[in-house]
């Protein structure tokens, strides 16, 4: 049996030139992807995913073909180049060589959306032109192999046993399982029984049996066990067996195994291609069956048909159903088309564009499922490196719907955010939800004054820094609870996330927020009372729905940044763990549409810094 050997290979860094988005000099996308894993490369709208799924798909077999209208800024005279580093070694696309392929086998999967259009004779003189949205085909595995059968008689089988060959079983209900089973290395190894020393230990076998007498179940219980011990012992007898899952007895097995190398050494050319039309067959059916459990259209006919020797999935239009069926119909389809491309002791790349963001919950799990589907039947077979990346917008801090479990999900981001609370917002936000409020009249005093002051809008600025520092909490700062200090670091910290730094505080942006959306609505009332009334109130939801009860419109935006604030000062401190109860929901500001709404409430402008007067 061929010992391969082992293959460990890390992507470590991808390099992109003229294409889409991506200009010169080359743009470098520091990444490390992990084999037969879920990588998650994270990145927000705009940065480039779409140019990195398209220059995956632009490898060819010998080069890099970019058309024009995916050429940086469209200029034909622009060199494309694509260069992937895998443990150090750095391999090369471009539009006349292509040493990736021989490699790494790419493939990308994207929106299969484009637009028809189609023209119609207007009387003698005009041309209309109609367009409407229509779904790409797929082609699912290229040319479909041809239809081959394996003449299997199980008479001539027995003549040519001898004398006693009405012992061996008849096969023909069994040999398409039997077949479906078997792969490259078993060929190989059924092509070892052609060598002299194999010949005689069948013929051994052979011989012994047919010297036999009696009836079929006599034979069978006289057989002697120490003849298949010989071929029980041969290291290409036991691969087939291997492949094959054969656990009966010695005999049983030694029946299956001397049929196949029989019905092989007759015809292995069409042995061969029966194997290879046997694995279509199936394909097709599974493909198929998982098209149809996904299938909640009306249109019943979407189905993997042969098509000009081709194996094609037609869509109909995309009006015709809705985005979310087109979306897991497709994407299962493109699955499975790149399921069957796995070989064995191979490298793979399988680069996924934002599919997951757009799909609800439901499609969301059955597109995991086809996915770990993948990485299960690629652990299956001999040394094969599967990279799945899924490229999304969405911070998978928040998003739910991933039910991969941590050792099989893996999460890049291409655009480094580092959204990390200070221990002092932590320890200060803890330290009221932590006030005995209930029990403490001075706890309740002291919780007020920072909710109402600290915690929400107020024209008044706290102070309360003697009642904090009297009870010594650690990491706690007395200094926030008095005058305008608190506010200065919530601006400071409101600037850096929007001014996209690398690093800010999520928690003191969250109360920032809060802040400026209550400020924002109290200056919109008609007069002091109505604001003082706005004060009183204690929860921002019911603040605001007191001010639009007075006639001040307020942007659906402000609830929405509400599910973010609202949650961010209740921040408690485990004491068992030792350790903070995170709110995610504070993670939800790395997204663009968040953030395009919180630049919009404060009136920020790039290259200006907001002042502390959005705040008090």
């Not at 604030?565 to 921040?571: E, G, K, T």
């Given at each position: 049996m061929t010992k391969w050997k082992t293959i460990e290979l890390m992507i470590e860094q991808i390099r992109i030139q003229n294409i889409k988005g991506f200009g010169e000099p080359q743009i470098e996308i520091p990444c490390t992807i992990y084999p037969n894993k879920i990588n998650l490369l994270v990145a927000p709208n705009g940065w480039g995913k779409s140019s990195?799924?398209?220059a995956i798909d632009c490898i060819k077999r010998n080069k890099l073909d970019v058309p024009k209208e995916f050429k940086?800024?469209?200029?034909?005279?622009?060199?494309s180049i694509l260069e992937i580093t895998i443990d150090g070694r750095t391999y090369r696309a471009d539009s006349g060589s292509n040493s990736i392929s021989s490699t790494i086998g790419c493939y990308a999967i994207h929106c299969d959306i484009y637009v028809k259009t189609t023209s119609r004779n207007v009387g003698n003189r005009y041309q209309v032109a109609a367009g409407h949205l229509a779904v790409t085909s797929i082609d699912v595995m290229g040319k479909v192999p041809p239809r081959a059968e394996i003449n299997y008689g199980y008479n001539e089988v027995k003549r040519k046993f001898g004398g006693n060959g009405k012992i061996l079983t008849n096969l023909d209900d069994r040999l398409d399982i039997i077949l479906s089973k078997i792969d490259d290395e078993c060929i190989n190894a059924l092509n070892r029984f052609t060598a002299k020393k194999r010949v005689a230990l069948i013929e051994e076998v052979v011989h012994t049996i047919n010297s036999l007498g009696g009836t079929k179940d006599h034979i069978l219980q006289n057989i002697p066990a120490e003849i298949l011990d010989n071929l029980n012992t041969d290291?290409?007898?036991?691969?087939?067996?291997?492949?094959l899952n054969l656990d009966g007895t010695k005999f049983e097995t030694f029946d299956i195994v001397y049929q196949l190398i029989q019905v092989y050494q007759a015809d292995s050319a069409n042995f061969k291609k029966t194997i290879q039309y046997i694995s279509y067959k199936q394909f097709l059916n599974r493909l198929n069956t998982n098209i149809g459990m996904v299938n909640s259209t009306w249109k019943t006919d979407i189905r993997a048909k042969e098509k000009d020797e081709k194996l094609i999935v037609e869509f109909p239009r995309a009006d015709v159903i809705s985005n979310g069926q087109r979306d897991i119909l497709t994407f299962t389809t493109r699955l499975q088309a790149f399921k069957s491309q796995l070989k064995d002791n191979k490298q793979y790349l399988l680069v996924i564009d934002e599919v997951f963001d757009y799909l609800d919950d439901a499609n969301i799990l059955a597109a995991q499922y086809h996915l770990k589907d993948i990485l299960n039947y690629a652990a299956t077979l001999s040394n094969t490196k599967v990279y799945i990346c899924l490229l999304t917008h969405i911070d998978p801090k928040y998003f739910r719907s991933y039910v991969f479990g941590k050792n099989g999900l893996k999460v890049c981001y291409l655009k480094q955010v580092d959204a990390i609370a200070s221990e002092n917002i932590k320890a200060f936000i803890s330290f009221r939800e932590g006030l005995d409020k209930d029990n403490n009249e001075d706890d309740k005093n002291l919780y007020?004054?920072?909710?109402?002051?600290?915690?929400?809008?107020?024209?008044?600025?706290?102070?309360?820094?003697?009642?904090?520092?009297?009870?010594r909490k650690q990491n706690v700062l007395e200094t926030w609870g008095e005058a305008d200090?608190?506010?200065?670091?919530?601006?400071?910290?409101?600037?850096?996330?929007?001014?996209?730094?690398?690093?800010?505080?999520?928690?003191?942006?969250?109360?920032?927020i809060r802040i400026g959306v209550e400020k924002k609505v109290h200056d919109e009332l008609n007069n002091l009372e109505e604001q003082s009334e706005f004060i009183r109130i204690h929860k921002t939801n019911d603040k605001m729905d007191y001010a639009q009860s007075k006639g001040v419109i307020i942007p659906d935006a402000?609830?929405?940044?509400?599910?973010?604030?609202?949650?961010?000062?209740?921040?408690?401190?485990?004491?068992?763990?030792?350790?903070?109860i995170e709110k995610p929901v504070v993670y939800k500001l790395n997204h663009p549409i968040v953030?395009?709404?919180?630049?919009?409430?404060?009136?920020?402008?790039?290259?200006?810094?907001?002042?502390l007067d959005k705040l008090h």
């Open positions: 990195l799924t398209t940086h800024q469209q200029d034909e005279n622009k060199s290291e290409y007898f036991i691969a087939i067996c291997q492949k007020d004054e920072l909710s109402s002051k600290c915690f929400h809008y107020h024209p008044t600025l706290p102070n309360c820094r003697i009642d904090i520092a009297s009870r200090n608190l506010l200065k670091y919530l601006l400071c910290e409101l600037n850096n996330y929007l001014q996209e730094k690398v690093q800010y505080d999520p928690y003191a942006v969250a109360l920032a402000l609830y929405v940044l509400s599910l973010i604030h609202n949650q961010s000062d209740h921040l408690k401190y485990d004491t068992i763990r030792n350790q903070y953030k395009h709404i919180v630049a919009t409430l404060f009136g920020y402008k790039e290259g200006e810094e907001i002042g």
